[in-house]
Structure formats: C-alpha cells, structure tokens
C-alpha cells in the first residue's frame, strides 16, 4: 500500500462517505486527464526492492523493527511480515551510464543496511520467497506493528468470513490453510517504476503485460514455500491466494481477486481506476479532508487520497500509479511481475530487459496486443511461473515456442534496440543483457540453482538452510546467478 493507516474501526457511514470520495476523485481524475496537467517531459525510472531478514544460521528472522532501527535510513521501511524490510531507490534517468549508476547506487545503500544489520543479527536475502521459511513463521504473530497491517488483515478476513485455503501443485503439492494473511509475506518482490504521460499510458501498460511472462520465465527465483518444492516462480500463485477476499461461493460467481492480470487491454489509464471503483469494495475506507473537486477548481493538484489508497488494495501485476511532486502530478506503471535476487547485478539485468523492451514495444508500428488475445498473455505469466525458462509461451509470428527461444530471437534484439534509445551506453547494453543471454544459454536462474543446490546437500530443511547460507555468499559477490557454481 505505500502508506501508513491509523488503528480505527469503521462505520457504515465511513464507508458510504468513502464511497462518494472514490467516485468524486475519479471523477476529477478524468478532467484532469482531459486538461493534461500530467508531468511528463523527463521521464525517469525507479524501483523498490523487498528483502527478507534471516539470522546467522539462514532461518527467518523476525526482527524487522530492530534492523530499521539499526539502519535509521528514511528510505527503508516496513514490510508486512517482521521478517521482512523494504527500500525504495529513488527515480533516476537511464542515459548515459545511468543504469551502472543505479546498481552502483543500490550496492551501496543494501551493503550500508547491511553492516548496520548485522549488529542485530540481522542479515539482508534477496529472495523471491526465503527457502528455510515454515509454515509456522507465518502466523499472524508474524505481522509487523504497523496498524495498517493489522487492519487489513482484518479486513480481508472479514470479507472472507473464514480461513484462507492456499493450495499449488508444482514438484510436490502444498494445502494449508491460514488464518491471517501473513504467507503473502513470503512474497518479496522487486518492483520497477516507469514515468509517462497519460497519452500514451494505456500502450506502454498494454506492452508491460505482454512481456510479463517473458520476465518471470528468466528471472524465476522462488521454486520452494514451507519446505515443498513446487513452481519455479511460486510467488505468483502464492500472492494470488494469500490476499484473496473471496469464499468458493464468490468465486464460482465470477467475483474478480484483487491480485489481478486484468481481462482486456486498455485505451486509457482511467479505465484501470474505473475498473477499481467498479468491482472492488473498499478495505480500508479511510477519508482525509482534502476535497479534491475544491482543490483543483481552486488551481491546486489534489492528491487524490482515497483513489490512491483503494488502488493500493487491487494488486495488479501492472498497476497503475497516481502521484504528485513537488506540486506538479504524474503517472507511473508499476511492474510487479518479478522476484526480488539473486544479486544486485541480476535485479539490474531485469530491469535492462523490461526497460529496453518499454521503449520500443509501446510504440511499434503493429503493436504487440493488437496481434495476440489478453488471455495468451495471462496464460503466458502462469506458464512462465510455473515452469520457468522450460515453459513454452505464445508470441506474434512465432506461435508456441520454448521460452529462452523467444528471448533470444526475439525480445532481447528488442530489449538492446530499446536501450540504445534511451542512451544507454553500449558497453553497459552488452553487460546487461549479457546477463539474460546467459541465463537463457546455461538454462541457469535463481530458481534452478536452487533447487539444484538444495538437492545436492541432501533436500529437507537442513538442505535448504545449508542452499541458503550457500546462496548468501555467493549473493554478496553480486556475480550473475548463472555463474554461481552449485
């Protein structure tokens, strides 16, 4: 959510009010992309990245309030489970040299964080979802003290009326139940930021949901939850399941999950807000003073309060973003799609791949979604996250095809066309994207090497806490995951 909440209960009046909120900002959102009062002349890129703590020995560690404390750094922040920290880098343009930059940047503040950590015993894991975690960890004893944690929970149970049923079938199969929404704390993600006007928005989200299955089948890291080995890129059914506010009943009626792909491609980011306010009840019907319809024919930009914190509770994998700086608003897309790891140089490879491709697929001459259905999309995300660089995905003029083969032959000459535009030098091109070939060429993610490391020191827990002590260090010399020896 991005937002700090206080501890109150709500009324049948809190929410009706927050209702006529919601809808009067959209309403003031649709004049004001109708005037273009949009910032968007000097687009620029960010990231935030989820880690999880873990102690001396690799098992979780719950002490998240005690590492921030430690890093006292205004950029860290809480995340929803105790065993878990957030850090957001601040946006920044590409050209030049600015991606070595970047990862420079990121290195830097993790391995600060880092020294700081370890005076608690506290250690940083960049991880998808973190090996040695149990079924035990996630109880709701596990969530952080923000209240704003609590109260959701709480209200995603209430919606509910019963426990969540999480159940995948991978390698091995897991069905659990929980009675809090702690196991979507095992889900730690990287998250990339782009910048653009609202002209072109709908293209550029169109295009990030084609590649979402591209970017999950070669960036796959999270093949193990509670001990089973199931899909190479867990996390995307885990975070499905673990805040889903609907019964069987619901389901079975149609009812749209708030972690959603979508069901169409778009013509404009309002229909994304609309769709919002159409289908998903309010979790946390919070109402600020500000009213926006006064703010903006008074010449101000109103921040648009309850608008972003209802879109803050639908998890789309591509959200879209509403934010304003320095007084002046603008519009993000959010990509979520991609796990957080294995190293720094990894998460800076994924973010070459994704920004290369968003410069040249949104403005193509036939655009990549007008030539294949929404739902060869979606299927694409569930095959690559289930079978990672081994799945097969549908492409225009390719059909069906292994992914590594649509990578190689066709997005990454695309990912490279794309970062030359953004004036990345070529040198830092070819380092990057030599990342994602490689991955391709050895078959080697963060998801293979390890269940290949956990099965060569003897599976079960004591496996994984061995594979992830091992993962650790080779974390630490940011070489590639496809360098990694086992």
Known sequence: MGRDVPAVSFSLEDRRRYRDKVRRSLDVLAQMLRESRFEFERPQVGLEIELNLVDSRGEPAMKNAEVLDAIADPEWATELGQFNIEINIPPQELSGDGTRLLEESIRGRLNHAQERAARVDGHLMLVGILPTLKEGDVDEAALSANPRYKMLNEQIFAARGEDLHIMIDGVDRLDVYADSITPEAACTSVQLHLQVSPS???????????????????????????????????????????????????????????????????????????????????????????????????????????????????????????????????????????????????????????????????????????????????????????????????????????????????????????????????????????????????????????????????????????????????????????????
């Open 200 to 486: 072109q928005f709908a293209d550029h989200w169109n295009a990030a949901q084609a590649i979402a299955g591209p970017q999950v089948a070669v960036a796959a890291n999270s093949p193990f939850l509670f001990g089973k080995e199931l899909w190479r890129e867990t996390r995307i059914s885990l975070f499905e399941q673990a805040t889903d506010t609907r019964p069987e009943e619901l389901k079975a009626q149609g009812v749209r999950p708030r972690v959603w792909f979508g069901e169409r491609w778009i013509t404009s980011v309002f229909d994304l807000f609309e769709e919002n306010v159409r289908y998903f009840p309010a979790l946390l019907p919070i109402c600020e003073e500000e009213d926006p319809r006064e703010v903006l024919d008074g010449g101000g930009t109103p921040a648009l309060h309850e608008l972003t914190l209802h879109n803050g509770t639908v998890y789309r994998w591509n959200r879209p973003v509403y934010a304003v700086v320095d007084g002046v608003p603008h519009l993000r897309v959010e990509n979520r799609v991609l796990p957080a790891g294995p190293t720094v140089a990894d998460i800076a490879a994924n973010a070459a791949f994704y920004y290369g491709l968003m410069r040249v697929l949104p403005t193509a001459e036939r655009p990549v979604w007008t030539r294949m259905s929404f739902a060869a999309a979606e299927d694409n995300l569930r095959n690559a996250a289930r079978h990672g660089l081994d799945a097969h995905l549908y492409w225009p003029g390719l059909g069906e095809v292994p992914a590594t083969e649509l990578i190689l032959r066709r997005l990454l000459p695309l990912a490279h066309q794309g970062l030359e535009l953004w004036g990345v030098d070529q040198r830092e091109r070819d380092r990057l994207l030599g990342v994602i070939e490689r991955r391709c060429v050895t078959g080697r993610t963060g998801a293979t090497w390890q269940v290949e490391a956990a099965h060569s020191l003897g599976g079960g827990h004591e496996g994984l806490r061995k594979m992830t002590m091992r993962y650790l260090e080779h974390m630490h010399t940011n070489e590639p995951v496809h360098l990694w020896d086992v």
